[in-house]
């Protein structure tokens, strides 16, 4: 789950992180009155959507030739003016595609004296299943690039959970980001009080690009991007109600209200099967044979007929959709519980699309038996290259 930028730096700063101060607007009405609890002489208004490249973005209503999503102003009026131009807008971005995203919500921040941009990021590291900080000298840039044209500038700093953030750590990110005097020392500080926030609170990624030096020598958080591991939230309600709904997608939203694991692609067939291995199988042999899957769903090992029906609905719902594959291996999942749901959903939608069914395991011939008398014109498969290669077929005509 993303937040956004103020929602992030709230939660950094009530674990002591240096953060400028700020307010959100999320009422245009009371624009006037928020940006005056600033005193100035420096406002910085920032487009609060879940995506980056803000700065260099375009506002779909305004032109190409209109500024980005992130203002620098130098006056109350001109950060009203610059709120009242970005609010209710499609902001496009490199991340957005180009559909964009809608401002909602505004962030107005005190502006800083910048010495110098670093960059700063928390991940769970796969290579070596640890928490490391991915750092470098040159922050406010794409990362992407610099660690593909400049390798050498990207440090990473693996962290031993038992021990934590040590003073060794710490010193290793000091010497990497060539901090020096009280810049140091408060970035020691700062290094510790980040592990500290992205153990505590779950998180899969905090990105600070950038984090800044400013000229009287301070470490400060400027800008943060967090996400948090979807599985953990149970354990942080108060997280949980920093969710924004209008910035994911809907169908996505749908499928969090079951349990169900779902991610819209950009293919034609939609794609329900059981398991997360078996379900990249399932794509991957689908883009085999030619086309393209146009979701990941993973209705579990305890799917109910309702879960079942309400998935069919969801992948039906994507209008890129010109065919079904359903590939169920009944293992703990039982096959004619599967079958039931995608007999109510088909029934319940009144299916066009060319459906293809690939069932076995357990409770397979009473799956079977329901999907055969159901009426519905059901493609049969045998296994799962006979199943992919009949829906690329059909859908392609």
């Not at 260099?56 to 030739?65: A, C, M, P, V």
């Not at 203002?71 to 595609?97: C, H, I, P, W, Y």
Request: with cysteine.
């Amino acid at each position: 789950m993303n937040i956004h930028e103020h929602q992030a730096k709230k939660i950094l700063k009530e674990f002591g992180a240096p953060i400028a101060a700020g307010v959100a607007i999320t009422n245009l009405d009371e624009a006037e009155s928020t940006i005056a609890t600033l005193p100035g002489p420096v406002w910085v208004v920032k487009s609060q959507i879940h995506a980056g490249g803000r700065g260099k973005g375009r506002f779909k209503e305004l032109g190409d030739d209109a500024k980005g999503g992130v203002r620098v102003s130098f006056s109350a009026d001109e950060a009203l003016a610059n709120a009242k131009e970005m609010f209710g807008k499609t902001l496009v971005t490199k991340q957005t595609g180009p559909n964009g995203k809608t401002v909602n919500q505004l962030y107005v921040e005190a502006g800083a004296d910048i010495e110098r941009e670093l960059y700063l990021s928390l991940l769970v590291d796969r290579e070596t299943s640890k928490t490391s900080f991915v750092v470098s000298t040159e922050g406010g840039m794409d990362i992407e690039a610099v660690a593909h044209e400049t390798p050498d500038l990207i440090h990473s700093v693996s962290i031993t959970a038992s021990a934590g953030c040590t003073e060794s750590d710490a010193n290793k990110l000091a010497d990497a980001l060539i901090l020096t005097g009280t810049a140091r020392e408060s970035g020691i500080t700062l290094f510790k009080t980040l592990y500290e926030a992205f153990v505590s609170k779950d998180m899969s990624l905090l990105e600070i690009n950038p984090l800044i030096v400013t000229k009287s020598n301070e470490v400060q958080v400027l800008d943060a991007k967090v996400s948090f591991d979807d599985n953990s939230l149970f354990r942080h309600p108060d997280i949980m109600e920093l969710r924004d709904e209008t910035e994911e997608d809907e169908k996505e939203v749908e499928a969090s209200k079951y349990d169900l694991a779902y991610i819209a692609l950009d293919g034609e067939i939609g794609c329900m099967v059981n398991g997360a291995g078996l379900a990249m199988a399932t794509m991957d042999i689908i883009k085999l044979y030619g086309a393209e899957p146009a979701n990941f769903l993973d209705v579990g090992g305890s799917a109910t007929t309702e879960r079942v029906t309400a998935a069919f609905k969801i992948i039906t719902a994507d209008p890129n959709v010109k065919g079904i594959l359903v590939n169920i291996f009944g293992g703990i999942m039982r096959c004619d519980v599967i079958a039931e749901g995608v007999v109510q959903a088909a029934k319940d939608i009144n299916l066009e699309v060319p459906l293809v069914v690939r069932l076995e395991g357990t409770k397979v011939d009473e799956g079977k038996a329901i999907i055969n008398g159901s009426g519905l014109n059901v493609i049969a498969a045998n296994d799962l290259d006979d199943a992919a290669q009949k829906i690329v077929t059909a859908v392609k005509g």
